[in-house]
């Protein structure tokens, strides 16, 4: 009989897998078009992660050859540091989060994880040391424990419930009649842009990942959603090295280290207020989303008395 289930089990593994590998672009790329051309190459080492510090070193890359996104683009997130990549709709940001998880590789120039160049390592090992929480959080149809769960196999319930609490959704799941085991997704309960956004984070906080990329992941919440997402966020990228993708800039200005990337190329660098105070791009787009903002506010009609 166990001859018979083990290549069942095999086929759950192998199954497992490839879902997993699934979720991951699908939360990354919402582009599934969009086909993986790496491969590891032979007799690859697995990555070794101490200090969890990530360099682009002079990083050339472009989709199709005669399009070049990146040029030259270097910068550092340094080990347990919080940076946030801001810039002009299709500066390369996204395409910086896609390097970094090595669904390509660069044209030219390295990308390293604690000095190791991840496009000599394993993709495999690469992968478990990145966590991400993308804009639009994917959920299987399963239950949400599963999905929660998903971020590591095998963890324990105790250990869903630790993440639960960490993204503070599991006074949600408390009071669901099912708890962790109701049915989720197209074919089950419906969770709100905000539940989907904490199942994510709860993932993260299972998988644990030393680096983490955030991508714009408060983008569509009313903002009282937004304000309690981003505490939670803060919380759980403490101690890690985060990377985060911004649009909008007050939800980036704590950041140790803003840079602001135009065409590829990293454009100015700085802490929020040495750059509002160097008065270039980042101060102009800074100023317009006050200034935005603030006619947004002024359109809101006022209650009629
Ligand atoms: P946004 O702020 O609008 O999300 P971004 O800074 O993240 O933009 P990217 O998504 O990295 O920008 O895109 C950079 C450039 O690469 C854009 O010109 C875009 O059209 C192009 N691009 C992105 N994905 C692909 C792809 N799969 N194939 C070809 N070109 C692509």
Request: glycine share 8%; hydrophobic share 40%.
């Amino acid at each position: 009989l166990a001859q018979l289930f083990r290549p069942l089990d095999m086929l759950g593994w192998v199954y497992r897998t490839i879902r997993q590998g699934i979720i991951d672009m699908a939360a990354m790329f919402s582009l599934m078009d969009t086909a993986v051309e790496v491969a590891d190459v032979p007799g690859a080492p697995a990555l070794v992660v101490r200090r969890p510090g990530v360099v682009f070193d002079n990083v050339d890359f472009g989709y199709e050859r005669d399009r070049q996104i990146l040029h030259g683009l270097s910068f550092e997130a340094p080990a347990g540091k919080h940076i946030a990549l801001v810039g002009p709709s299709g500066a390369g940001k996204s395409t910086i989060g896609r390097l970094l998880f090595r669904f390509y590789d660069p044209w030219a120039g390295r990308v390293l994880i604690d000095g190791q160049d991840i496009a000599q390592v394993t993709q495999e090992s690469l992968r478990a040391h990145l966590g991400i929480v993308p804009q639009d959080s994917v959920l299987f149809n399963d239950t949400i424990g599963y999905n929660i769960a998903y971020g590591r196999e095998h963890a324990s319930d105790a250990e869903i419930e630790r993440a639960a609490r960490g993204a503070a959704i599991w006074p949600f799941i408390q009071k669901l009649p099912q708890g962790l085991e109701t049915e989720v997704g197209e074919r089950g309960l419906k969770l709100s842009g905000g539940e989907k956004q904490r199942v994510a984070i709860a993932r993260t906080l299972v998988k644990d990942p030393p680096v983490l990329l955030l991508d714009e992941a408060t983008s569509a919440l009313d903002s009282q959603t937004e304000q309690d997402i981003l505490a939670t966020l803060r919380r759980v990228s403490e101690g890690r090295t985060t990377l985060a993708i911004a649009h909008r800039l007050s939800t980036i200005a704590d950041a140790d280290l803003i840079y602001v990337i135009q065409d590829g190329r990293v454009a100015e660098h700085g802490s929020h207020t040495a750059l509002l105070r160097h008065d270039g791009l980042y101060a102009d787009m800074w100023t317009r989303q006050l200034r935005d903002e603030a006619e947004e506010g002024e359109a809101i009609p006022e209650p009629a008395q």
